[in-house]
């Protein structure tokens, strides 16, 4: 069966993806785990059709981490990391989508309000 590895592979993915957000980032990186809480943010959001993001989110992240004093190297895993989870939550909610409740999305919305405004300072 051709589709097996396929979906072996998105198992993994799957199962990796959860603890994934502490494994890259931890306390000596705290533009990693700002990052993780903004992929998880944003992928909920879009999921729940709670307020899209714009096209510059990340790039606007990574711009107000260099700002808040981080170095090239929290910065390239911030970005590594914002990647790699969206990634992931994006084939997450592919294979086994996760409905959003009407306060679920409310609250998400009002979170992406700041985030849309480049204001990223709630993470």
Known sequence: ????????????VSAVAVPLGACVSGP???SAGRASELANLVSRSVACRAGAPRASTLERFIASE???G???EQLASARAT???ISEAE???HGIKPQACDP???ATIKAKMVPIRAGDFSAL
């Open 28 to 30: 000596a990186n705290p």
């Open 1 to 12: 069966m051709p589709g097996l590895p396929v979906l072996r592979a998105l198992a993994l």
């Open 103 to 105: 306060e679920e999305r």
């Open 70 to 72: 981080a170095t090239p």
């Open 66 to 68: 260099r700002a808040r």
């Open 90 to 92: 994006t084939i997450n």
């Open 82 to 84: 914002y990647v790699t």
